[in-house]
């Protein structure tokens, strides 16, 4: 830890201030059918588009980060979108909605250029341990902001936007204090594409689906799962509970599990969390016993403790020069589309009263493809392939 550049120190508490302070997607719903009075459709439409924003900027944010720099493409980003989350009080529903969109685009294209940051910050031999610290600040921060935002809101949803753009606006400009600049490139930049560099990479393309599939599967905790256990007679309790021990657990153990595997095969490390997952989700279709639910609830948790910094590690570590940014918009593109997706898919299945084990199934077929791609790679390697 001693050993970590104060670049990712620096990221690490603007992530934790950033996530304190990220109000807007949290009541958003709320602030759209309450005081703009929209009808829960109207509201739904808005918030469904600033969703595909975010996705599309996680998928298109790193080739901005790659080209002009990721410290310049983050404070860009941190500019757009504060100032979009500041303005929202002010704005008209049609304006609203055009802005809001954008404002979400510019927050994942910042989000992928600091993932760059901190994943050059890194080098290959902290990188996981960079990622975990960063990922622990904004887990952090995401503690305390709902608690924050939920006093703000009861007192004035214009307050809560207007302090939200306003402190992003202001660690935007501390932090661009403290990073150093990034060093223009030694001599002519060679113009790497994604594609044909991801295609001649058979290991990623065989992981890159089965890290989409297991963000569909966790993210039912989100949708579905306080469905089920509302249905199954349990009180938004456990569902509170559930959440906050999954909550803690990340805090206390992502940072030491990375620094204790940090020698071993990212694939393995992956493939192990995809099956942790699968174990969860599948005895989430055991019975709906209080215990049986927490006990679920921290395996699928400690397959997340393993899967999700590795996996970010992971691509930083296979992206070729001048990808860096680009490889990190692609795993953040897959590992958040079920922010999208996975409540509709989730809701299409649930009266069958198959989710559960399929949840299962689909995870543990992803575990299958993380080992596979490190076996492809292994096989590519001994014969003398390039593997990236």
Same mark, same amino acid.
């Given at each position: 830890m001693?050993?970590l550049s104060?670049?990712?120190w620096i990221?690490?508490?603007n992530?934790?201030v950033?996530?304190c302070?990220g109000?807007m997607?949290?009541?958003?719903?709320l602030y759209l059918?309450g005081p703009r009075?929209?009808?829960l459709?109207?509201?739904?439409v808005?918030t469904?588009v600033?969703?595909?924003?975010s996705i599309?900027?996680?998928?298109?944010?790193?080739?901005?980060?790659?080209?002009?720099?990721?410290?310049?493409?983050?404070?860009?980003?941190?500019l757009? !979108?504060g100032?979009?989350?500041?303005?929202?009080?002010?704005?008209?529903?049609p304006?609203?909605?055009?802005?809001?969109p954008?404002?979400?685009?510019?927050?994942s294209v910042?989000?992928?250029?600091q993932?760059a940051l901190?994943?050059?910050?890194?080098?290959s031999?902290?990188?996981?341990t960079?990622?975990?610290?960063s990922?622990a600040?904004?887990?952090?921060?995401?503690?305390l902001g709902?608690?924050?935002g939920?006093a703000l809101?009861?007192?004035?949803y214009d307050a809560?936007?207007?302090?939200?753009?306003?402190?992003?606006?202001l660690?935007?400009?501390i932090?661009a204090?403290m990073l150093?600049?990034?060093?223009?490139?030694?001599?002519p930049?060679?113009k790497?594409r994604?594609?044909p560099?991801?295609?001649?990479?058979?290991g990623?393309l065989?992981l890159?689906?089965a890290?989409?599939v297991?963000?569909?599967v966790y993210r039912?905790l989100y949708?579905t799962?306080?469905v089920?256990?509302?249905?199954? !007679?349990h009180?938004?309790?456990l569902?509170?509970?559930?959440i906050?021990?999954g909550?803690g657990?990340?805090?206390?153990?992502?940072i030491?599990?990375?620094l204790w595997l940090?020698?071993?095969?990212?694939?393995a490390?992956?493939?192990?969390?995809?099956?942790?997952?699968a174990v969860?989700?599948?005895m989430?279709?055991l !019975?709906t016993?209080?215990?049986?639910?927490v006990?679920a609830?921290l395996?699928l948790t400690?397959?997340?403790i393993?899967?999700?910094?590795t996996?970010?590690a992971?691509?930083?570590?296979?992206?070729p020069?001048?990808l860096?940014a680009r490889?990190?918009?692609?795993y953040s593109g897959l590992?958040?589309?079920?922010v999208?997706?996975?409540?509709?898919?989730g809701?299409l299945v649930y009266g069958?009263g198959?989710?559960w084990p399929?949840?299962g199934a689909?995870? !543990?077929?992803?575990?299958?493809?993380a080992?596979?791609?490190?076996r492809r790679v292994?096989?590519?390697a001994?014969?003398?392939?390039p593997v990236?």
């Open positions: 001693r050993r104060p670049v990712i990221l690490a508490a992530r934790f950033s996530a302070a109000f997607m949290l009541f958003l719903f059918t009075g929209l009808s459709t109207a509201a739904g808005i469904g600033i969703g595909a924003g599309t900027g996680s998928f298109t944010g790193g080739w901005f980060s790659d080209r002009f720099g990721h410290r310049r493409v983050m404070l860009t980003a941190g757009f !979108g100032l979009g989350v500041l303005l929202v009080p002010w704005l008209p529903i304006v609203l909605a055009c802005v809001l954008l404002t979400a685009y510019a927050g910042g989000g992928v250029a993932s901190v994943a050059v910050a890194g080098g031999g902290d990188r996981r960079a990622i975990a610290v990922r600040a904004s887990n952090a921060g995401f503690v709902p608690l924050i939920a809101s009861a007192w004035s809560m936007f207007v302090i939200e753009g306003v402190t992003v606006l660690v935007r400009q932090v204090r150093p600049r990034e060093a223009p490139p030694a001599g930049r060679e790497i994604l594609w560099a991801l295609r001649a990479d058979k990623l065989t890159l689906p890290i989409l297991v963000d569909l039912q949708s799962l306080p089920y256990l509302g249905d199954s !007679g009180g938004v309790g569902y509170a509970a559930l906050a021990v909550s657990m990340i805090l206390v153990l992502e030491p599990v990375a940090k020698r071993l095969p990212a694939t490390i992956i493939g192990s969390g995809y099956a942790l997952v969860g989700f599948a989430f279709g !019975g016993h209080a215990v049986l639910m006990v609830m395996v400690a397959g997340e393993l899967y999700k910094t996996a970010s992971h691509l930083a570590d296979l992206a020069p001048g860096v490889y990190q918009g692609l590992a958040t589309s079920g999208v997706f996975a409540a509709p898919v809701a069958s198959l989710l399929l949840c689909a995870a !543990g077929i992803a575990a299958f493809a080992f596979w791609s490190g292994s096989i590519m001994a014969a003398g392939n990236s």
